[in-house]
C-alpha cells in the first residue's frame, strides 16, 4: 500500500497482488462484497459507477502492459475510486509500473482535486497507449520488409502477433472511451468545475486519438494480410503448375516404352542397331520436349 497526499486530499495505492484475501479489501475500503468482487477481477471490463448517496465514483479502465504476453500485448483494468478529498488506485503486478508514472505527472501537473488527478492519470495511461501503438508500428514496417524478401512461417507468425495486438488495443480503446463519454453524459459532470471539465476534455480526445489510430492500424493490417494471402495463393498455383508439368514429363518414357512389350515387338531398326538404345533415349527426348512446350502454353493460356 501506497499514501501520498496532494493539495487537501490523499491518493492511496494498493497493489491486489499483495493481498492476502478481499475481506481485506473489503475493510479497509468500506466496500461491499459485489462491488470489491468486480474491481478485482482481472478480466473485468471499462466501466463507470456512481453512488450518489456516498459520493463514491468508481471508474475501470483498461491499461496497456508494458512488456508482450505470448508475443502480443494485451492489457489489465486499473480501478480508481473517489471519494471527497480521497482517491484509490487499484493496479496489479502487471499494472504496478503506472504508480511511478501517476508520481510523475503529480509532481509535473499537481493536482488540485480528486477529479484533476483522474483525468491526469488517464491522460498518462492514453499516451502509454500510443507509446505501444508507435512500437507496434515500426515492428510491423520491419516484418513487412522481412516478408518482402523471404516469406516464411516464422515472419507471417510475427505478423499475426502483431495483428492479434493491434486487435487488442482497438478493443481496449473503444471500451475506455464508451467510460469516458458515460461520464460527460452522466448527471456529475454539474459537479465538476471548468477547469475539471477541460482535463475531461483532453483525457476524451486522447482516448478518441488512440481508438483512431488502432482502428487505421488494424485496417492497414487487414489490407496486408489480405495482400500476403493472395501472394502466398499464387505462389500455391505455380507450384500445382510446375507439379503438373513435371507429373506429364515423367510420364512420357512410360507413354513410349509402354506401346512395346510382348505382343508387340521393338522396330528392327532399334532391335538390330548397336545404337538402339541412343535412338530409343533420343526420341524419349524429343517427345519429352515436345510434351513440355505443349503443356507450358496450356499452362500459360489459363
Keep these: 500500500m501506497y499514501t501520498k497526499t496532494f493539495s487537501t486530499n ?3 495505492a494498493i497493489n491486489l497482488d499483495s493481498l492476502s484475501d478481499i475481506t481485506s479489501l473489503e475493510d479497509r475500503l468500506a466496500i461491499d462484497e459485489e462491488l470489491a468482487a468486480y474491481i478485482t477481477d482481472e478480466n473485468e471490463m471499462a466501466r463507470l459507477e456512481y453512488d450518489k448517496d456516498q459520493g463514491r465514483l468508481v471508474l475501470i479502465y483498461n491499461v496497456i502492459h508494458q512488456e508482450k504476453e505470448d508475443n502480443s500485448y494485451d492489457s489489465s483494468p486499473i480501478t480508481f475510486i473517489l471519494k471527497p478529498n480521497r ?3 487499484l493496479v496489479t503486478n502487471k499494472t504496478a509500473y503506472l504508480l511511478e508514472r501517476l508520481n510523475q505527472m503529480m509532481t509535473k501537473y499537481r ?5 484533476d488527478f483522474l483525468f491526469w492519470s488517464l491522460v498518462v495511461i492514453s499516451k502509454d497507449y500510443v507509446k505501444i501503438l508507435d512500437r507496434l508500428d515500426k515492428e ?3 516484418t513487412n520488409h522481412l516478408i518482402r524478401q523471404r516469406t516464411t512461417k516464422d515472419r507471417l507468425l510475427a505478423l499475426s502477433d502483431i495483428e492479434m495486438s493491434m486487435i487488442y488495443i482497438r478493443s481496449d480503446s473503444k471500451q475506455n472511451l464508451l467510460v469516458l463519454e458515460q461520464l ?6 454539474r459537479q465538476l468545475s471548468d477547469e475539471e471539465r477541460e482535463k475531461l476534455d483532453d483525457a476524451l480526445i486522447e482516448a478518441r486519438q488512440i481508438l483512431e489510430m488502432a482502428e487505421l492500424n488494424t485496417q492497414t493490417m487487414g489490407q496486408l494480410s489480405s495482400t500476403y494471402n493472395n501472394v502466398l495463393n499464387n505462389q500455391l498455383n505455380d507450384t500445382m503448375k510446375i507439379l503438373t508439368v513435371l507429373s506429364i514429363l515423367l510420364a512420357t ?3 513410349i516404352t509402354g506401346f512395346f512389350g510382348i505382343n508387340v515387338p521393338l522396330p528392327d531398326f532399334l532391335v538390330n542397331s548397336k545404337l538402339g538404345w541412343l535412338m530409343v533415349i533420343g526420341i524419349i527426348v524429343l517427345v519429352f520436349l515436345v510434351v513440355y512446350r505443349m503443356v507450358r502454353s496450356i499452362l500459360k493460356e489459363k
Excluded at 111 to 115: A, G, K, Q, S
Excluded at 184 to 189: E, F, N, P
Aim: aromatic share 8%; charged share 10%.
Design 140 to 142: 510491423l514496417t520491419q
Design 184 to 189: 460527460t453524459a452522466h448527471g456529475l459532470i
Design 111 to 115: 493536482p488540485e482535486t480528486v477529479y
Design 10 to 12: 490523499t491518493w492511496l
Design 253 to 255: 518414357p512410360d507413354i
Design 87 to 89: 482517491v484509490t488506485t
